[in-house]
């Protein structure tokens, strides 16, 4: 089965609703990277989070390694927060293990 | 301060050709990592270098795909043949080191014919 399990696979939103992303892990994740795939392809760095949380601007991203599983929200869409959303797990190995992706679209 | 850069954006390739991609990482990386991307399969990791040192030389991949790092600021991946199942994005990251936070580059599109 996956070993990152992300969830929800696709999400449309009204621009300034709010939303939360999550990943669930099968392995013993240290770390946790989210990125955004922009509609151009490019893959841009939103958090890489030990155990705890961090917030910006409208991010907020939890990782809690003993109950396994990362969240990411988002708060007040905008247009330009579409995309789609991966996050990644670090293994024992240190290598990024990751997420099939949440497919984001933010409606005017 | 540059980010990771990679040449070609785009490449067309006939079937049974040799293709090189290149990559610059980040000033400073000392690990390099090179991705493959399709819709079915996602990110696959191909190759990871460490200090150049290859630590991963992508198992399913070795056959045709062959990563090269011969300074710390420039690596290869060549595809020999080339088989139209390879059309994907491939995709270079660099790290400040072991478990860091990766940096990815725009990537390359790859489509054979």
């Known amino acids: 089965g996956d070993k990152v399990k992300q969830s929800p696979s696709a999400l449309s939103l009204q621009e300034g609703t709010n939303s939360a992303l999550r990943c669930n892990f099968s392995?013993?994740?240290?770390?946790v990277q989210w990125f955004l795939q922009n509609p151009r392809g490019s893959l841009i760095n939103l958090f890489y989070?030990?155990?705890?949380?961090k917030e910006n601007g409208r991010l907020k991203s939890a990782f809690d390694s003993k109950e396994s599983y990362s969240t990411l929200h988002i708060r007040d869409a905008q247009l330009e927060d579409s995309g789609t959303y991966f996050c990644a797990a670090g293994d024992s190995n240190y290598q990024l293990i990751w997420g099939s992706g949440t497919k984001l679209i933010i409606k005017p | 301060d540059a980010g990771v850069t990679q040449t070609p954006r785009h490449e067309v390739a006939e079937k049974g050709q040799t293709i090189i991609l290149k990559c610059e990482p980040v000033?400073?990386?000392?690990?390099l990592f090179w991705y493959r991307q399709t819709k079915i399969q996602g990110l696959e990791l191909l190759s990871y270098?460490?200090?150049?040192?290859?630590?991963?030389d992508g198992g399913a991949f070795k056959d045709r795909f062959k990563a090269e790092m011969l300074n710390s600021s420039f690596s290869t991946l060549k595809i020999q043949p080339t088989e139209p199942k390879d059309s994907a994005v491939y995709l270079c990251?660099?790290?400040f080191g072991t478990g860091a936070e990766q940096f990815f580059g725009p990537g390359t599109r790859l489509t054979v014919l």
């Open positions: 990251a660099s790290s």
């Open positions: 392995i013993a994740a240290t770390t």
């Open positions: 270098f460490r200090s150049k040192s290859l630590m991963e």
């Open positions: 989070l030990v155990p705890g949380t």
């Open positions: 000033s400073g990386h000392n690990d």
